[in-house]
């Protein structure tokens, strides 16, 4: 088994920098995917720094980081720059997996199933010590929650975040108190969003034991063999068979 | 021996007398430009920051007397003529308008004139916003009637439950709080002064009620009002801004379900889907959506952490 098996079935054509002699990597991202997540982190990372001095304008730190970042037209700015940037990220991600991606939609791996709701069950009583680790196939359910989290987040924040943008303009369409409403919405959507990637992503993609000080898979793309094993051993299973398949005639 | 040395202490002492002589002279003659102030010293101290004064007025050309007199000579002088002393609330708009003539026929139509001429003389006159002694020029900084100290300006009077409950019952004194809700006041205290205070959509002299149809704040103008030409310009919106409070604040939305919707201002009605105050449900509803997920995945994170000392080595 020391023959790089999986990348063939990526579309990769080159290991990281520190593959090791006779390690075998598996593809996770596609570079298509990595870009995204980048950009993503960028535009979050900016829109979190200037959009909580306004969330709570009365917080010591408020004006502190609001001078830092050049004063509060800057801060809007840089807001609306990186807000821009999240929206282009969603239109792209969704006219990509629509349009471009050529998997039937039904076979996407991302959709919940009922095994994801009995996982998560195992999944406590995993940590209560009275279960076997669930085995997880290519997206466990905490990375579905993740995703669909995101997603959900995505539509509320850019939407909302664009009517803030140009209340005048959406006015024509709704009424004054709405915009209200968006300003509601955009900023405890922002809390939560900040909050759940601050806490549960980062635990699982950096605190984690297993990973600190951080899973390499958002930067380079690939898990190692011990990695995918243990964290997707099902899609583990699932890659080998089809190997050994291929290699049988 | 000795009378070297009290030589000597008569030469200190003559040599004090001279220092404090010219001392003297020096700290009269500075304050010899404004003649009252040999009693009226915190007034006239309030005066030299007045842009009256740096313009050469002095105190006789607002409360009257004779301008010739000074220190020198007992006040009997000075308070001859037409001297008016410390004029009545009703009166001061008299003594700016001989000079300020448009600003006090603009005021004349406001709603605090109009309460003073109900005998109301506790509503605000030229000097509640301009300063009395200290008065200023708009664009000064330190200025209670510059743009930017606006708020604070109205909000002495307008946040004081009792200066507002007492001639009239019924203003609403959470206007500031109110304000402090929106974008302007979130820009505005952290320096970006681009933004509209008060006066910029309340009107600085005309101000009046809301409910006036002459107001810029009645409903119909408020489209007019927002699109002025250093504000929202160029922007088509009809009287959707009517559909919703200007000054809104969480507080004014209770949850409290409502059926009978008639009792309610336009303004109201439009955070309403059937019985809902959507403006406190969508709160509560992300609310108890944050505290659920965050709580269950910090929860999680938890066990995991816990999970950790039971089981050596996870894989």
């Known amino acids: 088994m020391t023959k790089v098996l999986a990348v063939e079935l990526s579309d990769s054509k080159k290991l990281s920098g520190d593959t090791k002699m006779g390690e075998v990597f598996f593809k996770r991202f596609t570079f298509n995917q990595l870009v995204q997540h980048w950009v993503m982190i960028g535009s979050f990372m900016a829109l979190v720094v200037t959009g909580m001095p306004v969330k709570f304008p009365d917080t010591w730190w408020s004006p502190v980081i609001i001078n830092l970042v050049g004063g509060f037209e800057m801060r809007t700015q840089i807001h609306h720059a990186a807000g821009i940037t999240m929206v282009v990220l969603g239109v792209y991600h969704i006219v990509f997996h629509l349009f471009v991606d050529k998997d039937p939609l039904s076979e996407r791996k991302v959709w919940p199933t009922i095994k994801d709701a009995k996982d998560f069950w195992q999944t406590i009583f995993f940590y209560l010590g009275k279960a076997e680790q669930p085995k997880f196939g290519r997206y466990s359910w905490k990375e579905k929650f993740d995703y669909w989290g995101a997603f959900w987040g995505m539509v509320m924040l850019c939407v909302t975040g664009l009517i803030l943008m140009f209340p005048f303009q959406a006015m024509n369409f709704i009424p004054y108190a709405y915009v209200h409403l968006a300003t509601i919405i955009h900023t405890d959507e922002a809390l939560l969003a900040t909050l759940f990637i601050f806490i549960v992503h980062w635990w699982n993609v950096h605190y984690s034991p297993e990973v600190f000080p951080m899973s390499k898979a958002w930067i380079t793309g690939n898990l190692s063999e011990e990695q995918m094993k243990h964290e997707h051993p099902l899609e583990y299973e699932e890659i080998m068979r089809q190997m050994a398949e291929k290699n049988e005639p | 021996m000795s009378s070297t040395s009290s030589l000597r202490t008569k030469k200190k002492y003559v040599l004090i007398t001279i220092i404090a002589f010219f001392l003297l002279i020096s700290v009269v003659s500075a304050q010899q430009d404004v003649s009252c102030y040999h009693c009226h010293t915190t007034v006239v101290d309030e005066f030299r920051n007045n842009i009256h004064y740096e313009m050469g007025f002095s105190c006789a050309d607002c409360h009257g007397g004779s301008e010739g007199s000074n220190s020198s000579v007992i006040s009997s002088n000075v308070m001859s003529g037409n001297f008016i002393g410390k004029p009545t609330r009703s009166h001061i708009t008299d003594i700016c308008s001989k000079c300020h003539s448009k600003e006090a026929e603009d005021y004349k139509q406001s709603i605090h004139w109009d309460a003073i001429k109900k005998g109301h003389p506790e509503a605000a006159t030229c ?151 959507l403006a406190f449900w969508i709160a509560e509803f992300f609310k108890y959506l944050t505290a659920g997920v965050i709580g269950a995945f910090t929860g999680m994170v938890i066990l995991d952490c816990l999970s950790r000392f039971k089981l050596k080595k996870r894989w």
């Open chain 2, 127 to 277: 000097t509640d916003c301009h300063g009395v002694h200290e008065i200023r020029a708009i664009s000064d900084n330190k200025s209670s009637s510059n743009h930017q100290n606006s708020p604070a300006t109205c909000a002495k009077c307008h946040s004081n439950t009792e200066i507002m409950s007492a001639w009239y019952y019924g203003i609403k004194t959470d206007r500031m709080d109110t304000y402090k809700e929106s974008f302007h006041w979130k820009a505005l205290s952290n320096g970006y002064s681009i933004v509209a205070t008060c006066a910029d959509c309340h009107e600085n002299h005309i101000t009046k009620s809301h409910t006036d149809p002459t107001s810029t704040t009645y409903i119909d103008n408020l489209p007019g009002t927002c699109g002025k030409e250093n504000c929202h310009p160029d922007v088509k919106f009809d009287a959707d801004i009517a559909a919703g409070l200007v000054h809104d604040k969480e507080s004014l939305h209770t949850g409290e379900l409502v059926f009978n919707k008639s009792g309610l201002t336009t303004q109201m009605k439009a955070y309403y889907l059937g019985p809902f105050d």
